[in-house]
């Protein structure tokens, strides 16, 4: 109820700008607080200048030798002035945080990534668009899970980020093709006329996915909180599909099997889906830093899925008849709605590991946990019965509930710098990394069937040689149940100016069948860190 409170309301955005807000103006007060006299802070150069020429002197400018002065014996030597005692060096606020005295060399920009594309699918049965057209097929939805390490590093961080990620050939969706064929496996009408099949196809959907977030530090930099905003455009949420419109009632001619009491008019392209551009499910990640050292940093959290995303609504219409005749007298309506009210929480421990000044590598362990189950209502009904006394089908209603597949994620990184140079001015530094990225399924997929209306016999599926066969239940779950999915994402990350990293990268899956969930993808992500020096000094690589 809170999450479609959240939803309705528009909530989402004014949580957006209000930890933006949270986010950005207690750093800008931090650097620049009210009422003092900003002084611009000069750090020490990391490349010294040379040393200047020296100035020539002029021979009558050359100072001579001071006659020697006899000391008087009744003078003491004065002791020297003490000398003033060095500064003690200081740290940044993230490593002063960290425990012992060595700091980790903090030179590994964060991971890129690879996301999900697992989760609920509708399968349902299509009987026919027209009098003598049996389709006999069936269509599919599915959900995309977002991951804790995607963009994201193991230590605390100060920034705000925008991230695209293309996923080719993710999403499906079975329809009709709008092509028939004869096919004698499905006998004859009582009145000897032909049967036919339409063909179905599948249209695959590519999938833009649209993250602006923000990260914050505190507690010394020890611990931040991570905001997550998606946007995708997809396969909508909300689906119409229809194998035919109604066109008129024509009469129902005992002699005549080709007459159809519906005449309808064959919408192929209404089956099989439409794209639109939504709001996903917010992501709130807390992270805290456990260890530092030299050369290793380990870090823990937990990352909360927040539904905010719309609800699944998906209509099908399809029209059934009696199975003697090539004749269609109901036109009958189905909608599924699967509400997202599923919670998640996903704890995580992360470590990161700098053997070299150039060389990294870093990875996230994640279990991922539905907290609630997320309800389903499905309703089965007639909008048009000619032949009401003669064949009948009884109005349906039923709800039920769903719950998410528990999953492990395990991802590894490994990178090397090619250039790391704070002596220039706009590109220093060049990481290529490689990455693997594994999803398993620890549970079965919770797999739901659902009833079919109460009907006459004679509204069965016609099956082989005109036999009639019980309609398949329509289901709702993740079909492909248990899978272990493998990608590799290669990818590069550039350093600008000490205080942004862009990075882009292709993901690529290494398994087939139901493990492979996208083609391939392309990916863009863009930080911005803020904090002063103090977080630049942190974050950039030990030069």
């Known amino acids: 109820m809170c999450s479609r409170w959240l939803k309705q309301t528009g909530i989402p955005t004014l949580l957006f700008g209000f930890l933006t807000a949270a986010i950005i103006v207690p750093a800008v007060e931090a650097e620049f607080p009210p009422g003092r006299t900003v002084v611009p802070c000069v750090p020490a150069p990391l490349c010294p200048p040379a040393p200047p020429c020296p100035t020539p002197v002029p021979p009558t400018m050359v100072p001579q030798p001071a006659e020697p002065q006899t000391q008087q014996p009744s003078q003491q030597p004065q002791p020297a002035p003490p000398t003033p005692p060095a500064p003690e060096p200081t740290l940044p606020a993230e490593q002063a945080a960290a425990t ?4 980790v060399a903090l030179a590994a920009p964060n991971m890129i990534g690879n996301l999900l594309g697992a989760g609920r699918s509708l399968s349902f049965f299509y009987q026919r668009s027209s009098g003598s057209v049996f389709i006999n097929g069936t269509g599919s939805t599915n959900v995309v899970n977002p991951k804790v390490a995607d963009n994201n590093s193991p230590l605390p961080e100060d920034r705000v980020y925008f991230r695209y990620n293309y996923f080719n050939d993710a999403q499906k969706v079975t329809g009709d093709s709008g ?11 009582q009145f000897s006329a032909p049967r036919f099949r339409g063909i179905t196809t599948t249209r695959s959907y590519d999938v833009h996915d649209f993250t602006f977030g923000g990260e914050k530090t505190y507690l010394d930099g020890r611990f931040s909180v991570e905001l997550r905003v998606p946007f995708s455009t997809t396969l909508a949420h909300s689906q119409d599909l229809r194998v035919a419109n109604v066109t008129g009632i024509g009469t129902d001619v005992d002699g ?11 919408t192929p ?30 870090s823990s959290g937990a990352s909360i899925g927040i539904p905010t995303a719309p609800d699944t609504r998906v209509r099908v219409t399809d029209f059934l008849g009696d199975g003697f005749d090539n004749d269609i007298e109901i036109q009958r309506q189905r909608e599924f709605r699967i509400s997202n009210d599923t919670w998640a929480i996903s704890p995580f421990l992360a470590a990161l590991v700098t053997p070299t000044d150039r060389l990294f590598a870093q990875g996230f362990l994640q279990f991922d946990f539905p907290v609630n189950r997320s309800t389903i209502s499905y309703s089965e009904l007639a909008l048009i019965n000619t ?10 209603v039923v709800t039920d509930r769903i719950r998410e597949q528990s999953l492990m994620q395990m991802d590894l990184g490994l990178g090397y710098w090619l250039v790391k140079d ?6 220093q530094g060049i990481a290529p990394t490689l990455e ?16 079919t209306a109460t009907k006459s016999p004679t509204l069965q599926v016609v099956g082989p040689n005109g036999a009639l066969i019980p309609e398949p239940h329509p289901t709702v779950g993740n079909l492909r149940n248990r899978v272990d999915i493998l990608d590799m994402t290669v990818g590069t990350t550039f350093l600008v100016a000490n205080r942004a990293t862009v990075a882009t990268g292709f993901a690529f899956p290494l398994k087939t069948g139901d493990d492979r969930t996208f083609s391939w993808e392309f990916q863009l992500q863009i930080n911005y860190y803020f904090g002063g020096p103090r977080n630049r000094s942190s974050w950039a690589p030990s030069f």
Request: glycine fraction near 6%; include cysteine; hydrophobic fraction near 35%.
């Open 179 to 189: 092509k028939v064929i004869f096919d004698p496996t499905l006998g004859v009408s």
């Open 422 to 427: 704070q002596c220039r001015s706009w590109i």
């Open 269 to 298: 392209q209404n089956t099989l889906g439409r794209t639109d551009t939504e709001f996903g499910n917010m992501t709130v990640v807390l992270k805290g830093l456990a260890y530092q050292s030299s050369k290793l940093a380990i």
């Open 387 to 396: 032949e009401p006394a003669e064949l009948a089908l009884d109005p349906l």
């Open 436 to 451: 693997l990225h594994y999803t398993t399924t620890l549970d079965n997929a919770d797999i739901r069937t659902l009833p």
């Open 100 to 103: 012992g005295t060595a700091q």
């Open 256 to 266: 005549d099997s080709n007459s159809s009491i519906i005449q309808t008019t064959a």
